[in-house]
């Protein structure tokens, strides 16, 4: 079953101040019922399934190093989209991150408060 469908991986990166884009062609080798199996140019074959296309994969499982990655595979009508939905994504990523953060400071403020209370006391006796 031969189309003439092109695929593109769309990659957002958010490395500390700088976001890239990076849009790459992929070539279609083989559409079935379920799934469509397509390849770049120098890399190996990859199997998406029909559902999963145009749908966003965060690819940073943990933030190290001020990097943040999702991506999508989708048709060239789609590339647009999927740009916007990466941002939006990695908004709520950052919004998650930084809501994190503020729990985990508001902890360590409590636990100082603490210490610096039992220091007072120690001295005070």
């Known amino acids: 079953m031969k189309t ?3 695929f593109f991986k769309v990659t957002g990166e958010l490395q500390r101040d700088i976001f890239n884009i990076v ?4 070539k279609l080798l083989l559409e079935t019922k379920r799934y469509y199996e397509i390849k770049p140019e120098n890399g190996a074959v990859k199997r998406i399934y ?14 190290a190093n001020g990097v943040l990655t999702c991506s999508a595979f989708c048709t060239e009508d789609y590339i647009d989209e999927v740009q916007k939905n990466i941002l939006q994504q990695l908004q709520l990523s950052i919004v998650a991150y930084m809501e994190d953060l503020q729990l985990n400071q508001l902890a360590l403020d409590k636990h100082l408060k603490l210490l ?3 220091q007072l006391l120690e001295v005070g006796n």
Do not use: A, F, G, M
Request: aromatic share 8%; net charge positive; no cysteine.
């Open 50 to 63: 029909k559902e999963k296309l145009n749908t966003l994969i965060t690819e940073t499982k943990h933030y």
């Open 4 to 6: 003439n469908i092109r």
């Open 116 to 118: 610096v209370n039992r």
């Open 23 to 26: 849009i790459s062609p992929w």
